[in-house]
């Protein structure tokens, strides 16, 4: 019953990524926006659902598969959406919010590379 609970809550924070859902969903419990979080929030949550609101659904798939499957490309136009739109900290914030709410801890530090690689890569293009 706990793979089903994680696998649900994995695919509805995939959906908020990348369809840049804009309402509080209850199934997320972090307390507190961080420090750096630009403009005002109601929470934590809607602070990154607008950081995932300059993805589209088609770069936001690609991002979130690159980063924590390894098995997709990010295109020269989603590069583009990733660094002028979302930005680094939010790049950083979102990754780092999936690696709390995921079975993806085993994979911690392997994670946090490929997501900094995807990051210079599209610096790069730029």
Same mark, same amino acid.
């Given at each position: 019953? #706990?793979?089903?609970?994680?696998n649900?809550?994995?695919?509805?924070?995939?959906?908020?990524?990348?369809?840049?859902?804009?309402?509080?969903?209850?199934?997320?419990?972090?307390?507190?926006?961080?420090?750096? #979080?630009?403009?005002?929030?109601?929470s934590?949550?809607?602070?990154? #659902?607008? %950081?995932?609101?300059?993805?589209?659904?088609?770069?936001?798939?690609?991002?979130f598969?690159?980063?924590f499957?390894?098995?997709?490309?990010?295109?020269?136009?989603?590069?583009?959406?990733?660094?002028?739109?979302?930005?680094?900290?939010?790049?950083?914030?979102?990754?780092?919010?999936?690696?709390?709410?995921?079975?993806?801890?085993?994979?911690?530090?392997?994670?946090?590379?490929?997501?900094?690689?995807?990051?210079?890569? %599209?610096? #790069?293009?730029?």
């Open positions: 019953m #706990a793979t089903f609970s994680n649900f809550s994995l695919i509805l924070l995939f959906f908020m990524m990348s369809s840049a859902l804009m309402f509080h969903t209850g199934f997320f419990n972090v307390a507190s926006t961080p420090s750096n #979080a630009p403009g005002p929030v109601s934590y949550e809607d602070y990154l #659902a607008n %950081c995932a609101s300059n993805l589209d659904t088609f770069c936001g798939k690609d991002v598969f690159a980063i499957f390894g098995n997709a490309t990010v295109n020269e136009d989603c590069c583009d959406e990733l660094v002028s739109g979302v930005g680094k900290v939010c790049h950083d914030d979102m990754t780092k919010y999936v690696l709390t709410k995921s079975n993806f801890k085993s994979s911690y530090v392997q994670i946090l590379e490929r997501s900094q690689k995807i990051w210079n890569n %599209c610096v #790069a293009l730029e």
